[in-house]
């Protein structure tokens, strides 16, 4: 049973196109974060949520939107997507939003901008 | 402004001996630190934490090792086997919302 689950695994797309990725979480956890891993391999936060209010807001295009229904899921909508958006993005929780708290990854959207 | 530096972009070992990771941070003093493990295509797992106050951790043959005083964290694997060949991130909170920052990471690739 998965735990972090993302949707789609795969998406290439045209530039200046809208997209979302969907996020869901079974492990009843109350945080949840998207992160972006670039061609070099870094990992960067980009948004978290706590019981569907955002509580982390990094320094990333407002042409991104996260929202959370709820809190077992957290999307990512992309408007006008541009070639520097191609990434993986993954899509993670934590059961608490401070402290020492192991985060789980879900299995990344890559994401191609044509 | 924070940095993390892990050793190398790859680790080539034989299988049987042990592997050892580095990560170096600068201008940061933090409460924990955290190991992951990422193979390809798959988003990065858990491994061990380690706090502060904490010298070492072990988890079988995960041995982790943090030093506040050279801003150095060690990883090692003992007995290193091919199916621990993948990428191994380190990383450190910044602030107070469990936001991680990560390091780049190192490949290690264990050969038979």
């Known amino acids: 049973d998965t735990a972090v689950s993302q949707t789609p695994k795969y998406l290439v797309t045209q530039m200046g196109n809208d997209k979302s990725i969907k996020c869901e979480q079974n492990?009843?956890?109350?945080?949840m974060y998207w992160y972006k891993q670039d061609s070099k391999k870094f990992l960067k936060i980009m948004f978290s949520?706590?019981?569907?209010?955002?509580?982390i807001n990094e320094t990333v295009p407002n042409r991104f939107s996260p929202k959370s229904p709820d809190k077992a899921h957290l999307n990512l909508h992309i408007n006008s997507l541009e070639l520097g958006d191609s990434a993986v993005y993954f899509c993670?929780?934590?059961?608490?939003?401070?402290?020492?708290?192991?985060?789980?990854f879900g299995p990344g959207t890559r994401l191609t901008v044509l | 402004s924070q940095k993390i530096e892990q050793n190398s972009e790859a680790l080539n070992i034989q299988e049987g001996k042990t592997a050892t990771l580095t990560c170096n941070y600068t201008n940061y003093s933090p409460a924990y630190l955290q190991w992951y493990r990422q193979d390809p295509g798959r988003g990065p797992v858990f491994l061990l934490l380690i706090r502060e106050n904490e010298k070492e951790k072990r988890k079988e043959r995960l041995k982790v090792t943090f030093d506040t005083t050279l801003k150095q964290s060690l990883f090692h694997i003992t007995a290193s086997q091919p199916a621990d060949s993948a990428t191994y991130l380190c990383a450190l909170p910044l602030g107070g919302y469990n936001k991680l920052i990560f390091g780049a990471g190192t490949r290690l690739a264990v050969h038979p």
């Open positions: 949520y706590n019981n569907k209010e955002l509580i």
């Open positions: 492990l009843g956890h109350d945080t």
């Open positions: 993670a929780s934590s059961q608490a939003e401070t402290g020492a708290d192991t985060q789980y």
